[in-house]
């Protein structure tokens, strides 16, 4: 599947926030929800550096046991562990 396709079919699906996708559902990376403070800014800021670009295909692989938290995100062939709170920052779109 080209990134131009998952691109195309994403602009059809609902937009949601990181941390409320659905174990082992893909979607597609739109770009950061508005931050509140400095401390947000930060965050979003290491996100998009590590990877969280718009366009980039992302999804949950795992939830934390028993609050959901931390989730075990995989963007690319990288697997990272964000809180629920660092996750939110990131707006996504079902593929």
Do not use: C, W
């Amino acid at each position: 599947m080209t990134a131009e396709h998952i691109q195309s079919k994403a602009a059809f699906g609902p937009l949601i926030g990181l941390h409320q996708l659905a174990r082992q559902a893909r979607a597609v990376v739109v770009g950061m929800n508005p931050t509140l403070d400095d401390e947000e800014r930060g965050i979003a800021l290491r996100l998009l550096e590590i990877g969280f670009l718009p366009g980039e295909v992302v999804r949950v692989i795992a939830h934390g046991y028993p609050s959901h938290d931390p989730l075990a995100v995989r963007v690319g062939h990288t697997t990272f562990a964000l809180r629920s709170h660092e996750a939110a920052l990131v707006q996504v779109r079902l593929v």
